[in-house]
């Protein structure tokens, strides 16, 4: 039993190259983890003589619980905004949006969405030989009931 092996299990979340590409990652947004940080310094460091008052410590406590219930809100406007049911309401109605040719010129251009597309997480509406992504489409509102394509239909300029 002298050849024994040995082996070295980290866990991939601790791993060295892991906490370093963490830990260089600069913090975009104050989050409900920086707000309660910045709180819980500001209780340590505070003068004995003169302590937070309870007031103060309420209010705080309170721009906390509402900074976490936005977040929460935003979470869940985002998850509607992409929920497949949302969007599968636009299918046979008439949306617009504008697209820059290739000469850098801006155009409206407007159809009636025939399908949805989900693609790396983002959705598109189909319209004619055209996909837009459903955060550029600027108009929506009902395909007449004729069945007619209006102006500018299946991806062409309106005039």
């Known amino acids: 039993m002298a050849d024994s092996a040995?082996?070295?299990n980290i866990w991939p979340?601790?791993?060295a190259q892991n906490v370093q590409s963490a830990a260089r990652k600069p913090a975009k947004d104050l989050g409900k983890d920086?707000?309660?940080?910045?709180?819980v310094t500001q209780l340590k460091n505070q003068d004995p003589m003169q302590p937070m008052q309870d007031k103060d410590f309420i209010a705080q406590m309170a721009q906390f619980s509402a900074l976490e219930q936005t977040m929460n809100m935003a979470t869940q406007l985002t998850a509607l905004r992409q929920s497949a049911g949302m969007a599968a309401g636009l299918i046979g109605k008439t949306v617009g949006w504008q697209?820059?040719?290739?000469?850098?010129?801006t155009v409206s251009r407007s159809?009636?969405?025939e399908s949805i597309i989900r693609r790396d997480g983002v959705q598109y509406v189909?319209?004619?030989?055209?996909?837009?992504?459903?955060?550029?489409?600027?108009s929506i509102s009902d395909t007449?009931?004729?069945?007619?394509?209006?102006?500018?239909?299946?991806?062409?300029?309106?005039?």
């Open 99 to 105: 697209e820059t040719t290739s000469s850098g010129e």
């Open 111 to 113: 159809g009636v969405v």
């Open 13 to 15: 979340n601790y791993s």
């Open 6 to 8: 040995g082996t070295t």
């Open 34 to 39: 920086q707000f309660l940080q910045i709180l």
């Open 126 to 138: 189909k319209v004619g030989s055209a996909e837009v992504k459903i955060d550029e489409v600027l």
């Open 144 to 159: 007449p009931s004729t069945g007619s394509v209006t102006s500018g239909g299946g991806g062409t300029p309106n005039e």
